[in-house]
């Protein structure tokens, strides 16, 4: 019985140009691509990876003969990351059998040498802990996801406010005949009295203290360029009390061989 399905073409092998431009392609977004985002700003993080990895797409068909879709080109990744592994995995497990001597050298392309070298990097550095720059992209997508329109008030998600119920409105108590202030009371041993009487703080005071990340960022950015500065000053400042003891033991040095 003849088929007649026809046969599916095969799509021609990604080129060691192709995959040396992916690898660079990929090392140049790795902070978008391989980055932990630690805020939660949902799809604005999925449209930052599909951007980058369609710029990684782009630096490979600008130097292919075959346009590649992006899904092609993160399979492909996918399948040359895990060979560059292996075969790594395998020249490590024989250097440690054989005491670091290879009886059969093993070698590597441009772009698996370049693959090896980033995988390396993310080894020592871990991939739990993203560098500043996600959070600062982060930061920026949250704050012009969010951030309001000319002569509109900041409106914050129902989502991130709990419900809590307010305390009832405590009974007026019976008016006291003293000139002292409220505070020169005697304590009361009813701590629910003791309780209501404090001022209650509605939303709208706290929404006002609401923490500002990207002003908590650069404030700390100052800090660090305050500390920095001083830590120098005091090198400086060691240095020339160095060189002012260095001088006058030189002087009493040559005082002495005159005298």
């Not at 431009?21 to 700003?41: C, M, P, R, T, Y």
């Not at 550095?125 to 509109?152: I, Q, R, W």
Request: aromatic share 6%; glycine share 4%.
């Amino acid at each position: 019985m003849e088929d007649h399905h026809p046969k599916r073409k095969r799509r021609p092998k990604f080129t060691d140009d192709e995959l040396f431009a992916l690898v660079s392609a990929v090392s140049e977004n790795q902070d978008v691509l391989f980055g932990k985002f630690h805020l939660d700003i949902g799809r604005q993080a999925r449209d930052l990876k599909t951007t980058a990895w369609q710029n990684v797409t782009d630096a490979v068909n600008s130097i292919s003969d075959v346009q590649r879709s992006a899904v092609e080109v993160r399979t492909k990744y996918k399948y040359f990351k895990y060979d560059v592994t292996k075969k790594a995995t395998n020249e490590k497990r024989h250097q440690e059998e054989t005491d670091g001597y290879l009886s059969k050298k093993i070698f590597y392309t441009p772009a698996e040498k370049a693959l090896r070298s980033l995988l390396e990097v993310h080894s020592l550095l871990g991939t739990s802990e993203g560098p500043f720059l996600n959070d600062v992209m982060a930061l920026v997508v949250e704050e012009e996801s969010h951030s309001p329109e000319p002569g509109k008030p900041l409106e914050l998600p129902s989502c991130s406010v709990p419900a809590v119920g307010l305390p009832a409105e405590p009974e007026p108590e019976p008016p006291t005949v003293t000139t002292a202030t409220s505070t020169s009371r005697a304590p009361t041993t009813n701590h629910l009295l003791s309780r209501r009487r404090r001022p209650r703080r509605t939303f709208k005071q706290h929404q006002r203290h609401l923490p500002s990340h990207r002003r908590t960022r650069k404030e700390m950015l100052v800090v660090q360029r305050q500390i920095r500065d001083l830590l120098q000053d005091m090198n400086n400042t060691i240095a020339t009390g160095f060189r002012d003891i260095a001088a006058a033991i030189r002087s009493v040095a040559d005082n002495n061989s005159h005298a």
